[in-house]
């Protein structure tokens, strides 16, 4: 079992990736992360790529859950689907503007910022923003570049004499490129972009490295901002500042784009991973993705029910009294969301079958924080497991025990070392 340590330093990290290290910091000291129970924690635990019994346990036992958590903040977990839905999708009775967590715990010095931590109109207003160019006509432009990317993958991984990374050769370099596309990054930045991508999610190098990332993230934003400004290219950004010219101000901009880079980078990159795992040790999803390209769709959306990478949404704040499964929630109270629960309603935690028709699932949210880059996660599923396997028929695991995230809000591997001969 992880130490309580490990646990801490996993939280800090993952805290710091969203930019309210310096908060929690301030508030509470990272000493007192190590003091969660572990009953808190339970919606974060996984056993390999499938959530903990103990959540499964908890789901059979009511929809709605109050978790210990100390520090004076009352925190909700809900694991029922109809729940789940209710909460996600009532912004009259939750809200997600990070500063009403001040009525909570006090003052805040910093707030995340982006898609996830607005409420309407502000939220509306930024989301239009995005929108058109995450249509299905918008980026259909990508799909031969995606095409291309992971086929130039698929020739690394294969000059690769003895066992190699798939994390680091394929998970993470088909969304960090893909994401340079889509927003437009020049050819000559992108491989200090790919580096910033994955610093800001760099687990090892621990809460302060991430926070210096973030930051050196975001006045790259800026740089490449001010780049669009003089001469708008085709991308996301391009097309924004050609849409509404100065009424997006370049803060905001670069916000934005790094919302896109938070949302689509380690999410993709752990489906890409984790999906393989189960891939490779799933004989009837192996053939039917590799074989079947009438069943690649309907599997990838299995794969996104069964592993939920992004194990619990933004946390939501009660705007009133209000009852919810049962429980009685106070204004100003903390909600969360288990995706991962709620996607394994009714059915057994280990259960994952690749014939299985998904009529719909919440990986990607529900309501108006739905993920707006879903379609384009997608894409890249698509494109990328079929053609790894393809590729690579002999394709197994070189570590049948991967080490796992301890603890994360983003279920994954940090490496998956496998043998492609």
């Known amino acids: ?77 809900v694991t029922g689907q109809a729940e789940a839905r209710k909460v996600l999708s009532d912004t009259e009775a939750f809200s997600n503007d990070y500063a009403r967590l001040g009525a909570a715990v006090g003052r805040i010095e910093q707030t995340p910022g982006g898609l996830g931590f607005a409420d309407p109109p502000d939220h509306t207003r930024l989301r239009k923003l995005l929108t058109p160019e995450f249509t299905m006509r918008r980026m259909s432009r990508l799909v031969p570049r995606i095409d291309e990317i992971v086929t130039e993958r698929l020739d690394a991984m294969a000059a690769v004499d003895g066992p190699v990374d798939l994390v680091k050769e394929f998970a993470l370099p ?31 190098g621990g809460a302060n490295s991430a926070l210096g990332a973030i930051s050196e993230s975001l006045k790259y934003m800026e740089k490449i901002v001010r780049k669009e400004r003089r001469s708008p290219g085709d991308g996301l950004l391009g097309m924004i500042i050609r849409e509404h010219g100065d009424a997006v101000g370049d803060e905001e901009l670069a916000g934005l784009a790094d919302g896109v880079l ?28 590799r074989d079947d390209d009438q069943a690649v769709a309907p599997l990838v959306e299995e794969l996104l029910r069964h592993l939920s990478v992004v194990q619990v949404a933004f946390p939501r704040f009660a705007k009133h009294d ?100």
């Open 1 to 77: 079992m992880a130490t309580l340590a490990s646990v801490r330093d996993g939280l800090v990290a993952w805290v710091a990736r969203r930019s309210v290290t310096r908060w929690v910091m301030g508030r509470i000291g990272s000493r007192a992360l190590s003091l969660l129970p572990d009953r808190a924690l339970v919606p974060l635990k996984r056993d390999g790529v499938v959530p903990a019994a103990e959540l499964g346990r908890m789901s059979e036992a009511g929809p709605v859950h109050r978790l210990p958590v100390p520090f004076g903040v009352r925190v909700w977990l």
């Open 174 to 204: 088909i969304p960090s490129l893909t994401i340079c596309e889509l927003l437009g990054v020049p050819y000559e930045d992108r491989a200090r972009f790919q580096e910033l991508a994955a610093a800001r999610f760099d687990l090892f």
């Open 262 to 289: 938070t949302g689509g980078f380690d999410t993709t990159a752990s489906m890409l991973a984790l999906g393989a795992i189960v891939l490779i040790t799933d004989p009837a999803a192996r053939s039917a993705m």
């Open 322 to 421: 209000l009852e919810i499964g049962g429980a009685r929630i106070a204004e100003g109270d903390v909600v969360v969301v288990s995706l991962s629960a709620a996607n394994r309603e009714g059915l057994d935690r280990l259960d994952f079958d690749a014939a299985r028709k998904v009529s719909q699932h919440l990986a990607f949210g529900y309501g108006a924080h739905r993920c707006v880059g879903a379609e384009l996660a997608r894409m890249e599923l698509r494109a990328a497991y079929p053609a790894l396997l393809r590729r690579f028929p002999n394709l197994r695991l070189a570590d049948e025990r991967p080490t796992f995230r301890t603890a994360s809000i983003v279920h994954g591997v940090d490496s998956l070392m496998v043998h492609t001969r």
